[in-house]
């Protein structure tokens, strides 16, 4: 099992930056992506960006010009860093983590969730 817990977030002002971080911990070793999602009220869950224990990255064409995540491999700590944040930005964000254990012939693949926490732009 891996457990996920998200830190920052809360009420931001457009314009200013955003900060998240999340911290993995049980299972680590098994895990190859991290990252983050959001949902907006009434809206899918959808992808924002996400990082490989390797640094490859994947952004969604939405935010791709205002975020920046990365990965700190030693503390198992995945950050996202948004810049000019607007109203549309509001949603819960949820952290992602991508897990592969087992044998390498058939390995199980499980996709962890973090609770979420709330990010609200407004002046």
């Known amino acids: 099992q891996v457990q996920l817990v998200e830190s920052g977030g809360g009420l931001v002002q457009p314009g200013r930056s955003l900060s998240l971080s999340c911290v993995a911990s049980?299972?680590?070793?098994?895990?190859?992506?991290m990252g983050w999602y959001r949902q907006a009220p009434g809206q899918e869950r959808e992808l924002v960006a996400t990082?490989?224990?390797?640094?490859?990255?994947r952004y969604s064409d939405s935010v791709k010009d205002r975020v920046s995540v990365s990965l700190d491999n030693a503390k198992n700590t995945v950050y996202l860093q948004m810049n000019s944040p607007n109203a549309e930005d509001t949603a819960v964000y949820y952290c992602?983590?991508?897990?592969?254990?087992?044998?390498?012939?058939?390995?199980?693949?499980?996709?962890?969730w973090g609770q979420g926490t709330q990010v609200t732009v407004s002046s």
């Open positions: 992602y983590a991508h897990s592969s254990f087992g044998p390498v012939e058939a390995p199980q693949e499980v996709d962890y």
């Open positions: 049980g299972r680590t070793r098994s895990i190859s992506v």
């Open positions: 990082i490989a224990r390797r640094g490859q990255t």
